[in-house]
């Protein structure tokens, strides 16, 4: 029986839609399989629209502080519903992008409803389509690509209803901006909402179950953010544990245990940010014999499941839940089914909260490093003495490195202050290339510019600082 493809994926975000291009780029007749939008989570409902709003919360946030550069502006306002509007136009261009992608990539795009059945040498894929009816189709290989959605606790009323309980979906396109708002969960996306409508005047208390905010960050990190956003007006709760959250007639309460003593917090609305989980349901994946753990796909060096021609990659197989990580598995993975030698699948994956400040980081923190039994050399240098963020009104946060000190290798980089999310790059490809501290030392980085806070972090690291 002839084959109706060399290669199906299911599901168009990030992962699966770059997966698809380059296995076109590779001479595989391919296909893509979408029951949503193409761009998936990511584009629709995730980092593309988020930092939109990001954007506008920044630069009316800006416009309070106008003075501290000499300017002045009369009758500071916004409309919300305009500021909602641009972040799903600007959501909307990129899925036209995607699209136009595909198209010019010869990638067929079939909407519908994927789900797998035993088949050789791939598994058969059946489709219920938009446009109503089914059809199957079979290839040699097939990719996962289904992401994930955000984790709800129905017992504990974590769960969304529309009106005023969100998560990340709800809270990009309500009707009104809340005067109060709970956000349960102080991972990226929790603080990163946070932040945004604490910029438009709300108030926000961030509730967190463990000890301290942004808990995946280094510990110093983490200490930095929470006073930077406190300064802004954020409150926040940690090592608070969520009894119950209950919807009100004007908003929603929520029941506390905050060092062994009960609280309850009243708001208008709130958002949960708990997590996220693998979307595996209904995929015929127990049918295939495909294992999970704790949600999400078991996958090899190469994203294989161990099912014959059936690949996985990006959230649905689990941490990092990050785009550029789902992007990056995508094309190795393809690769490998076409027969090539793959660039590592575990290259350093940074991660960005795009909060106001922001935090940037990649690889080990200090705790992490020392934990593994290395002995560490650690730099640190603040933006408060570099001149650039000193001209630009950046003074915030800092940059912290850790070294190995037996071998003087780049174990981990972070960062907290303006715009370290296009900094953090520059770490990545050091730690790629398998730098250590003589070529970060040695690198001439332009002036002025606040990436010097890099190498100074770098110099500090070994006593050899210059500005400070």
Request: charge should be neutral; proline fraction near 4%; glycine fraction near 12%.
């Amino acid at each position: 029986m002839a084959l109706d493809f060399d290669l199906i994926v299911i599901g168009a975000g990030p992962g699966g839609y770059v997966a698809a291009i380059r296995a076109s780029q590779l001479g595989l007749k391919t296909a893509i399989v979408e029951r949503e939008a193409l761009g998936g989570i990511c584009l629709n409902w995730g980092c593309i629209p988020t930092k939109a709003l990001l954007k506008s919360g920044e630069v009316y946030e800006q416009l309070g502080h106008l003075s501290d550069y000499g300017l002045k502006v009369e009758g500071r306002s916004f409309d919300f519903d305009a500021v909602i509007q641009r972040s799903r136009k600007v959501s909307k261009q990129l899925c036209a992008g995607v699209a136009f992608l595909m198209k010019k990539h010869k990638i067929e795009v079939i909407e519908g409803t994927a789900k797998l059945e035993k088949g050789s040498p791939a598994p058969k894929v059946t489709i219920a389509l938009k446009a109503g009816g089914a059809r199957s189709v079979q290839a040699k290989s097939v990719i996962l690509a289904t992401g994930a959605r955000a984790r709800t606790i129905p017992a504990a009323g974590l769960e969304p209803d529309g009106e005023f309980i969100w998560t990340y979906r709800e809270a990009m396109v309500p009707k009104a901006c809340p005067k109060s708002l709970i956000v349960i969960g102080s991972g990226a996306i929790g603080i990163e909402f946070a932040s945004f409508y604490r910029a438009l005047g709300a108030e926000v208390t961030v509730i967190e179950a463990l000890p301290r905010i942004l808990p995946v960050e280094d510990e110093e990190i983490s200490a930095a953010a929470q006073k930077a956003f406190e300064r802004r007006g954020l409150k926040f709760l940690v090592g608070a544990k969520v009894g119950k959250l209950s919807k009100t007639k004007t908003g929603v309460t929520v029941d506390l245990e905050v060092d062994g003593k009960a609280q309850t917090l009243e708001a208008e609305r709130a958002i949960v940010a708990v997590g996220i989980s693998g979307n595996v349901e209904n995929l015929g994946l127990e049918a295939l014999g495909v294992k999970l753990d704790r949600g999400h796909v078991t996958i090899d060096a190469h994203g294989g499941t161990g099912v014959a021609g059936l690949y996985a990659i990006g959230d649905v197989a689990g941490a990092p839940w990050l785009a550029h990580k789902a992007m990056h598995e995508g094309v190795h993975c393809v690769e490998h089914i076409a027969g090539l030698a793959p660039a590592n699948l575990t290259a350093p994956i940074p991660g960005c909260t795009y909060a106001n400040p922001q935090v940037a980081s990649v690889g080990l923190t200090e705790a992490q490093a020392k934990a593994g039994g290395r002995e560490v050399k650690v730099g640190r240098f603040p933006f408060r003495v570099n001149g650039k963020a000193i001209a630009a009104g950046e003074t915030e946060g800092f940059v912290k490195t850790v070294f190995d000190a037996a071998t003087g290798a780049l174990l981990g980089a972070h960062l907290i202050g303006g715009e370290v999310t296009e900094m953090i790059q520059g770490f990545c490809i050091a730690m790629t290339l398998e730098a250590t501290e003589a070529e970060l030392m040695a690198t001439v980085f332009p002036h002025p510019t606040m990436s010097e806070a890099m190498h100074e972090s770098v110099l500090d690291a070994y006593g050899r600082a210059l500005h400070m």
